[in-house]
Structures are given as C-alpha cells and as structure tokens.
C-alpha cells in the first residue's frame, strides 16, 4: 500500500491563480480530510468527508473547495490565491472519523 | 477558543533522560487522545494514544498518562534518545456522533533530545 499520497511537493502561486491540490489513499479508508499547518499554529481542519458525495466544512474552510467522487481521492481545490494561504497543507485519511489519521508528506505552498 | 492546549513550545532534554511533554483540554466531552509525532518535512505519524476509561497506555519507551479530572494529559519518552526529536502534537475526539468526532489538535512542542 501507498497509503496517503499528496501532489506536487512544493508549489509557488500568485495572488489570484487556482490550484488543486491532490490527495489519494490506497487503504480503503472512509474519513479523509485536509488540514494546514502554520507556524504556531499546530494543525488546523480545512475540509473533511466522511464517505464519497459527503464533504463538511473544519475550522479554516474560506477560500477552499473540496469533493469526494470517490472513496480513494480528495481533492483541495484554491479557488483565487491568497498571500494568507502560504501553508502546509496535510491531507490526512482513517478508517472512519475519529480513528487514528494517516496522515500524507504534504504540499508546501507559497503564494506572492 | 482553543479546545487542546500544548503550552510548551519547545522541550530540551539530554539523551537518556525523560522528556515529558504536557497537553490540556477544556472540552469534557473528549473521549480519546493521541499522539502525533512529525519531523520536518514529513507528514505527521501516530505514536499512542488512550481511550478515556483508562488512565495509562504505554508502548515500549512510550507512555500516556490521562487524568480526566484534571482535563490533563503528559507523554513520557524514558530513555529519550537524539531519534526523538521532533514536534509532538497532541489531539482530542470528541465523544458524540457527527462532527464531534473530529480531531482537534494543539499547536505541538518541538522537543529536542542533546547528545
């Protein structure tokens, strides 16, 4: 197994661009989401789903959109960049929510 | 309102010694706890965690202790070892259906184990 795989690595953006940012897991797993972390500011909910067609909103959601088609990926899409939302970006999958979260290398963004 | 507090920034400990690092909840309908443990660059991975009818799990030099009454958990690395360091973020889920199961992380302590 794969398990959580996060693409790309590394990406620069400018203030008003779109992006996706993929995640995919191989574990068959229902919960999957996505969080950003910022210096000081530990680990931070943007978006979950817990199945494919259901999606829910964390604690950070403005600015982003996401989707489940299906159980094995989950995308985060950016809808106009922002300078605020340089980050790291986790995407994170369990069996279902709650349970422990495997959690992917994550994409580190920067947008000028 | 911050639900999971980790107070500590940053822990130094020399090699073999204890590390501890302390976590804080205010929400008492948090019934499980864990352990995340993340070095730069990587994505963060599970360490322990303890469901909220005990008071102590532990895993080879790992150990969590939970005391519900105090809303207060700590994580003992005996011996620590240079391996170790890293940030360590604790996390809390909450006990009713929905959206309370969610975790909820705080900020993390970066602890740094000297040779």
């Known amino acids: 197994n794969a398990g959580v795989t996060q693409t790309p690595k590394f990406q620069v953006l400018k203030t008003g661009q779109s992006m996706t940012l993929q995640c995919a897991q191989d574990m068959n797993h229902e919960y999957m989401s996505w969080y950003r972390q910022d210096p000081g500011m530990g680990l931070r909910l943007i978006h979950y789903s817990v199945g494919a067609g259901i999606t829910d909103q964390g604690e950070v959601p403005n600015g982003y959109n996401v989707s489940r088609s299906t159980t094995e990926d989950f995308p985060l899409r950016l809808l106009s960049a922002a300078p605020s939302q340089t980050s790291v970006y986790f995407c994170?999958?369990?069996?279902?929510?709650?349970?422990?979260?495997?959690f992917g290398p994550g994409t580190r963004l920067t947008v000028l | 309102d911050q639900q999971v507090k980790q107070n500590s920034p940053s822990l130094s400990v020399q090699e073999g010694r204890i590390s501890i690092l302390n976590c804080d909840y205010t929400n008492s309908m948090f019934d499980y706890f864990l352990w995340y443990k993340k070095y730069p660059a990587e994505g963060p991975t599970f360490l322990i965690s303890i469901s909220s009818i005990k008071d102590k799990n532990e895993d080879g030099r790992f150990t969590v202790f939970l005391n519900k009454s105090a809303k207060h958990l700590s994580l003992h690395i005996v011996p620590s070892q240079p391996g170790d360091s890293a940030v360590y973020f604790c996390a809390a889920r909450g006990n009713s259906g929905g959206s309370n199961y969610k975790l909820t992380f705080g900020k993390g302590t970066l602890l740094t184990v000297n040779p």
């Open positions: 994170a999958s369990s069996p279902f929510v709650g349970d422990t979260q495997y």
